[in-house]
Nanobody, 129 residues
Framework: VQLQASGGGLVQAGGSLSLSCVASGDTFSVYAMGWFRQSPGKERELVVAVNWSDGSTHYEDSVPGRFIIFLDKNENTVLLQMNSLKPEDTAVFYC???????????????????????WGRGTQVTVSS
């Protein structure tokens, strides 16, 4: 599975941005995808994850109501709509995927980076105050 992330950029606080992640390759094997972010000096953390099997989602406490994830299985695409952005949202954002086989032993939702098998290149999101 290959992941191509796009979007991001520079926005003022309170603004909006959207990120896109397109999966290719053996997409039938994908069980879930997630968006992570990593700020300088901090560990990579989950923002939101979506289960491809049933469409269920999991949002971390820092973003509910501000970030929305959309899954388009026909296009193998996951979109992350980010609203009311704050300077503390500034980070490199990564999309990640886990396959049905790789997830063995892990329970949904998958919150940790080690639970994901494939990663896209990061995209920078910068929110100015």
């Amino acid at each position: 599975v290959q992941l191509q992330a796009s979007g991001g950029g520079l926005v003022q606080a309170g603004g909006s941005l959207s990120l896109s992640c397109v999966a290719s390759g053996d997409t039938f094997s994908v069980y879930a995808m997630g968006w992570f972010r990593q700020s300088p000096g901090k560990e990579r953390e989950l923002v939101v994850a979506v289960n491809w099997s049933d469409g269920s989602t999991h949002y971390e406490d820092s973003v509910p109501g501000r970030f929305i994830i959309f899954l388009d299985k026909n296009e193998n695409t996951v979109l992350l709509q980010m609203n009311s952005l704050k300077p503390e949202d500034t980070a490199v954002f990564y999309c990640a995927a886990v396959t049905h086989i790789f997830r063995q032993g892990s329970r949904w939702p998958f919150k940790m980076p080690y639970e994901y098998e494939f990663w896209g290149r990061g995209t920078q999101v910068t929110v100015s105050s």
